[in-house]
């Protein structure tokens, strides 16, 4: 929280309970937290998918309109078929909701470790941002504006090809989380007014 000694510590872990205090009231009063604003679809990205799965675990009953109809052996008209087909409906939203938020998709980039020591080889030997690769030229307007030219993994034919592998990887993985975020709204749109408990 704080790197200027214990003292330092101790009001900062007071004021982020404090901070905590005051956003839990907040959820009580409006049903949400200022802090849950900062990040709306984080949040909700992690709200839904855990009340879907709180509501498939706790539910009293499931929408009638799903399974068949049919008269049991009493001679009653009962469905029971539709808390099958309810769970499974419910699971695939849990899925495709958790699918579309990047800490909980299944779907992991294999280059990741190979990228990232290559990254770190990179950054040591020619600094965060390509520095140590700058020309004179580039120095000199560096010096004069301000400005300066970063220089990229990429550049160099030792790192172009685990970056292109890297990157590529990672634009289809995020194809991958946006058709499952799509998915998932729009069953949520189909479902919308069956959420219900």
């Given at each position: ?39 709306i ?35 009653i ?52 941002f ?68």
């Open positions: 929280m704080c790197g200027l000694g214990a003292k330092c510590r101790l009001l900062a872990t007071i004021k982020h309970i404090r901070k905590c205090i005051k956003w839990s009231w907040q959820r009580v009063v409006r049903g949400y937290a200022e802090c849950d604003k900062w990040s679809y984080d949040y909700l990205q992690m709200l839904i998918p855990d009340m879907l799965q709180d509501l498939r675990q706790n539910r009293m009953g499931s929408p009638s309109c799903f399974g068949e109809d049919y008269v049991n052996s009493k001679g008209l009962v469905n029971d078929t539709c808390h099958e087909e309810w769970n499974g409906i419910l699971d695939r939203m849990i899925f495709l909701w958790r699918e579309a938020k990047e800490e909980t998709c299944t779907m992991k980039n294999p280059y990741e470790e190979e990228y990232m020591k290559a990254f770190v080889e990179f950054k040591e030997k020619y600094g965060t390509g520095e140590k690769l700058q020309t004179e030229a580039e120095r000199k307007r560096t010096r004069e504006t301000g400005s300066r030219r970063v220089h990229f993994m990429d550049e160099l034919p030792a790192y172009k090809e685990i970056y292109d592998k890297y990157h590529e990887e990672e634009s289809r993985i995020e194809k991958y989380r946006e058709k499952s975020q799509g998915e998932a709204l729009d069953m949520l749109k189909e479902y919308f007014y069956y959420l219900w408990d």
